[in-house]
């Protein structure tokens, strides 16, 4: 069941749609439970937002749906542009190594933030096709402007596997190029399966297609990579 429904909120166990994650008595304020699993609606309703976020990161699929259907997703916007930037300066380091030139470093750094970018808006953009591909009612059901922001904020959130990027950038010149190699696969496998679970989770695909769903949004990540290398050797080849 999608986060955008008539219904403002969903359940984070199963995703059943709810009308409210909390009642209010005369004197208390308790959560209230899924009519479907009799699960609490929403447990990170009065979690700290550092908690939902390791969760997150742990591929707790509960966070996920809190984060992008239940949560104030303001927060999530800055930790984005936080990683966007930690991302380039990763990619930048990667590319030019530990060189004095500072003027280069800083126009590869911003070139760096361009290549992300574009990488961004065409993972949204190839996971929108998916959306109209495998469930074109629900899209025309939710709206255009709808889908976007989901498939926005689940790309947003998959990022957050950039944090692990921070060990390669404080010890890397304490490691070999296979350590390094390593870490960047090992980093790019948990992004994938971040997004896997992120889009899954929204329920704007459809559910009764769901391993052609993960199959296609492997394949999306894969045409993002590859534009991702195509990208990287041209600003290789420019810069050097």
């Known amino acids: 069941m999608s986060c955008e429904n008539r ?30 699993c009799n699960q609490i609606t929403d447990k ?23 984060m992008i259907c239940n949560g104030n997703f303001k927060l999530y916007w800055k930790i984005s542009l936080v990683v966007l930037l930690l991302e380039s300066f990763a990619l930048c380091r990667q590319k030019r190594g530990d060189g004095s030139n500072s003027a280069l470093h800083e126009k ?5 933030t361009l290549q992300n970018i574009g990488e961004y808006l065409l993972i949204t953009l190839l996971l929108f096709f998916i959306t109209a591909l ?10 255009l ?12 959130i998959s990022n ?21 190699n390593l870490h960047y696969m090992l980093v790019t496998g948990h992004h994938l399966c971040s997004l896997i679970i992120a889009y899954n989770v929204v329920g704007i695909s459809n559910s ?14 894969a045409i993002k990579e590859y534009f991702r290398y195509l990208v990287a050797f041209k600003m290789e080849l420019y810069l050097s």
């Open 44 to 66: 990170y309703i009065e979690v700290e937002e550092f908690i939902i976020l390791i969760d997150a990161l742990l591929l707790v699929s509960a966070a996920f749906r809190h």
């Open 134 to 143: 495998l469930n074109m009612r629900q899209l025309t059901k939710i709206g």
């Open 208 to 221: 009764h297609l769901r391993w052609l769903t993960i199959i296609l949004v492997i394949s999306a990540f």
């Open 7 to 36: 219904k403002k909120y969903v359940c984070v166990s199963c995703g059943n749609p709810t009308r409210e994650l909390i009642k209010k008595y005369s004197n208390t304020v308790k959560p209230t439970h899924c009519e479907k």
């Open 160 to 180: 957050f596997s950039k944090f692990f990027l921070l060990p390669i950038l404080v010890w890397r010149s304490n490691t070999t190029d296979f350590g390094r």
């Open 108 to 112: 590869g750094f911003y070139m760096c």
């Open 145 to 156: 402007a709808s889908v976007t922001l989901i498939i926005l904020k689940v790309v947003a």
